[in-house]
């Protein structure tokens, strides 16, 4: 199974809305997470289960979506957000997982 | 809180054997996680190479698993990584993570091997 980001890149203002696809080749179910990494960091998981926000992760991150399509909503872009947003999957069997190609996210 | 430190050469021949380790503190590797490591190329993203269950199961990145081994040592509280018949392209950050089901709750922090001669 194939994870598909969109876009690759952005940019954008302290306070907008943002949002991030992520297309599956085929139906995951609600196996997806979402992460966020920043230059010389390890990722750090935001969103379990496509909709389930991780502990200590801000409100205004958010994801939605079933089946093979997913997104990622921030919905009021702070400074400390700026940073590469990946989506991952659970293929069931056999059992493998597969990251998204990620979106950079940059500041406008 | 578990925390994950990988440790291993930064430096390896093309043709030779990448050996990363990664130590868990702060918790049990027979706890009921998958243990992974995840790599990035520098600059591009991420890549999950394999995992590992406490028992001994694996599961590998089908483009990477005739060259890759995953192992656990329940004794020393650690699980590694072996990379076998490494190129260029397999100069990256290595990172170790705890898999919650599917995904990934803790990262180690990472590290760089190049593999150059």
């Known amino acids: 199974i194939q994870l598909t980001q969109s876009p690759s890149s952005l940019s954008a203002s302290v306070g907008d809305r943002v949002t991030i696809t992520c297309r599956a080749s085929?139906?995951?179910?609600?196996?997806l997470a979402w992460y966020q990494q920043k230059p010389g960091k390890a990722p750090k998981l935001l969103i379990y289960a496509a909709s389930t926000l991780q502990s200590g992760v801000p409100s205004r991150f958010s994801g939605s979506g079933s089946g093979t399509d997913f997104t990622l909503t921030i919905s009021s872009l702070q400074p400390e957000d700026f940073a590469t947003y990946y989506c991952q999957q659970l293929n069931s069997y056999p059992r493998a997982l597969t990251f998204g190609g990620g979106t950079k996210v940059e500041i406008k | 809180q578990v925390q994950l430190q990988e440790s291993g050469p930064g430096l390896v021949k093309p043709s030779g054997t990448l050996s990363l380790t990664c130590a868990v503190s702060g918790g049990s590797i027979s706890s009921s996680n998958w243990w992974s490591w995840v790599r990035q190329p520098p600059g591009k993203g991420l890549e999950w190479i394999g995992e590992i269950y406490h028992s001994g199961s694996t599961n590998y990145n089908p483009s990477l698993k005739s060259r890759v081994t995953i192992s656990v040592d329940k004794s020393k509280n650690q699980f590694s990584l072996k990379v076998s018949s490494v190129t260029a392209a397999d100069t990256a950050v290595y990172y170790c993570a705890i898999n919650s089901y599917y995904y990934m709750e803790v990262w180690g922090k990472g590290t760089t091997v190049t593999v150059s001669s």
């Open positions: 085929q139906g995951i179910s609600s196996y």
